[in-house]
């Protein structure tokens, strides 16, 4: 059984920083392409990093560029964001995801998710 669990949200005030933990288990990050996602109240979800299991390449959203860092430790199975610089507008749910294939911006592309974690920042 797969599961992704989410973790280290909470409410920051702008500026500040969290570090988001994800918890695979039943699939293994070192093979699959993992994502962070998130989606705001109204708005579509949206990848704001990713890791592709080809060469650990990186990807991120403009909107995050040069703030967040997504990592991935392969002996303890876990994949991490790193925000700082931390801004209202990246208040959301966060969402770690998986797919075995190439690490895709799109939502529909990948087959597991976790529950999320809430991420609330105050100006």
């Known amino acids: 059984q797969v599961q992704l669990v989410e973790s280290g949200g909470g409410s920051v005030q702008a500026g500040g920083s969290l570090r988001l933990s994800c918890a695979a288990s039943?699939?293994?990050?070192?093979?699959?392409?993992m994502g962070w996602f998130r989606q705001a109240p109204g708005k579509e979800r949206e990848r704001v990093a990713g890791?592709?299991?080809?060469?650990?390449?990186?990807d991120y959203a403009d909107s995050v560029k040069g703030r967040f860092t997504i990592s991935q430790d392969n002996a303890k199975n876990m994949v991490y964001l790193q925000m700082s610089s931390l801004k209202p507008e990246d208040t959301a749910m966060y969402y770690c995801?998986?797919?075995?294939?190439?690490?895709?911006?799109?939502?529909?592309?990948?087959?597991?998710w976790g529950q999320g974690t809430q991420v609330t920042v105050s100006s």
């Open positions: 995801a998986a797919v075995r294939s190439y690490a895709s911006q799109w939502p529909y592309d990948y087959v597991y």
């Open positions: 039943g699939v293994a990050v070192s093979t699959n392409s």
């Open positions: 890791i592709s299991r080809f060469r650990s390449r990186t």
